[in-house]
T-cell receptor, first 115, second 112 residues
């Protein structure tokens, strides 16, 4: 199993540009989570999906952020337009849905720098 | 509001000693609590899960306790090794809430 695959690993973009982060979950994991990590705020939940359906997007900072999961094998997190304060490491994590208690498997993250 | 507190100061210990990390939480009623390890430049890795009806859980050199009265979990690494150096994150999970919220983590440094 290749684990949770995120791309790109690093992204440097100019303020105002659109950024798209991608995640391929582990096969059979039907819960998918997007987190953002910074030194100041730690690991913050942005949005999560269950069976491709967004369940809770209350962590999405503002309308500039959007996330989709068109099928069980792929999810995207888009920022448009990007701002310097969006600079962070963005993680995708997946788990098997159920009664809870399954650990999350995280991807290696995308380090985003907006200049 | 809900709060998860982990010691923000790094914990430095000598190789072979037992490391103990603390996770305190407020305004949670966790059905279970999870611990993760994070190395620099990498995503967190799941280590252990303990349920509310379990007082203690062990896995190799790791031991986790869970006191729902004190609202606290302790994470122990016995016979610590320099390879155990990392940041350790706790995540209590409220009953009925599917997504985890993580503490800010405690950095452990094991000196050879």
């Amino acid at each position: 199993d290749a684990g949770v695959i995120q791309s790109p690993r690093h992204e440097v973009t100019e303020m105002g540009q659109e950024v798209t982060l991608r995640c391929k979950p582990i096969s059979g994991h039907n819960s998918l989570f997007w987190y953002r990590q910074t030194m100041m705020r730690g690991l913050e939940l942005l949005i999560y999906f269950n069976n491709n359906v967004p369940i809770d997007d209350s962590g999405m900072p503002e309308d500039r952020f959007s996330a989709k999961m068109p099928n069980a094998s792929f999810s995207t997190l888009k920022i448009q337009p990007s701002e310097p304060r969006d600079s962070a490491v963005y993680f995708c994590a997946t788990s098997r849905a159920g009664q809870g208690g399954d650990g999350y498997t995280f991807g290696s993250g995308t380090r985003l720098t907006v200049v | 509001s809900q709060k998860i507190e982990q010691n923000s100061e790094a914990l430095n210990i000598q190789e072979g000693k037992t490391a103990t990390l603390t996770c305190n939480y407020t305004n949670y009623s966790p059905a279970y609590l999870q611990w993760y390890r994070q190395d620099p430049g990498r995503g967190p890795v799941f280590l252990l899960l303990i349920r509310e009806n379990e007082k203690e859980k062990r896995k190799e050199r790791l031991k986790v306790t869970f006191d729902t009265t004190l609202k606290q979990s302790l994470f122990h690494i016995t016979a610590s090794q320099p390879a155990d150096s990392a940041t350790y994150l706790c995540a209590p999970s409220d009953t009925g809430r599917r997504a985890l919220t993580f503490g800010s983590g405690t950095r452990l440094q094991v000196q050879p």
